[in-house]
């Protein structure tokens, strides 16, 4: 069994469309479970009932249309109430929380995608917040035709993926450029080639990190 963590640890899974953040966050998430610790593996939007019901009116809904700040108000409800309900109580209880999309995500879709004044961005996204940050982000990072053609390979693309792909190369961007100011929390992994390749390294960088962590601590 793992030792004991002397807090809770929160690791968010980020990237452009199709990165695959989603298959390895879940894939880590199943191997810290069968090294002993405890986790919640739980995703933006729609990790509470509130959200499932906010993703479902900012991804599927083909009738409602939203200016960027309503779009931007919504994803910060669905946030608050995260981590109200899902992240803070788990963090508390010393768990490791992996998080698939998080601030970040809002940062480079909201702000770099959709060209939102970024520090008014982070400011409504620090009052959803309410302190909670994340200790570690991956980015992994795909040029975006090959993230949009595998992430609509076996669907139909939601409404954020029928984008245009400039809105998708500024998204990218985005993630690259915060990425390159806060290297020490933020690691970039291609997700390009092979997938257990890719994991390879994924699990290198969360196991790395944890046990820095409980030598820190």
């Known amino acids: 069994m793992a030792e004991n963590l002397k807090k809770g640890l929160f690791i968010t899974f980020e990237g452009p469309e199709g990165c695959g953040k989603s298959t390895h966050s879940s894939r880590i998430n199943k191997d810290l479970v069968a090294s002993g610790y405890q986790t919640v593996h739980t995703a933006e939007p729609g990790g509470t009932p509130l959200g499932a019901r906010i993703r479902q009116v900012l991804l599927e809904e083909e009738s409602i249309g939203f200016n960027p700040y309503a779009e931007l ?3 910060e409800a ?6 109200g309900d899902v992240i803070k109580p788990a ?3 010393r768990k490791i929380v992996i998080c ?3 601030s970040t995500a809002t940062f ?15 400011e409504v996204d620090m009052l ?5 940050e994340p200790d570690l982000t991956i980015i992994l990072d795909i040029d975006v035709k090959s993230g ?7 669907r139909s693309a939601d409404k954020m993926e029928r984008r245009s792909i400039e809105f998708h ?19 970039v992994i291609s997700s390009e080639g092979d997938i257990d390749a890719v994991y390879k390294r994924v699990r290198e960088e969360v196991y790395g990190f944890i046990e820095r962590d409980k030598r820190a601590g």
Do not use: C, W
């Not at 669905?78 to 981590?83: G, K, N």
């Not at 190369?169 to 690691?187: C, F, T, W």
């Open 91 to 93: 963090l508390d209880e």
């Open 128 to 132: 959803a917040r309410a302190g909670i």
């Open 169 to 187: 190369e500024k998204v990218r961007q985005g993630y690259l450029s915060m990425a390159e100011q806060d290297p020490e929390r933020i690691r």
């Open 148 to 154: 949009l053609e595998r992430a609509n390979k076996d």
């Open 73 to 75: 108000f919504l994803f």
């Open 100 to 102: 698939d999309r998080f």
């Open 108 to 122: 480079a879709y909201q702000g770099y995608g959709l060209g939102m004044d970024l520090d008014t961005v982070k």
């Open 78 to 83: 669905d946030r608050a109430q995260h981590i």
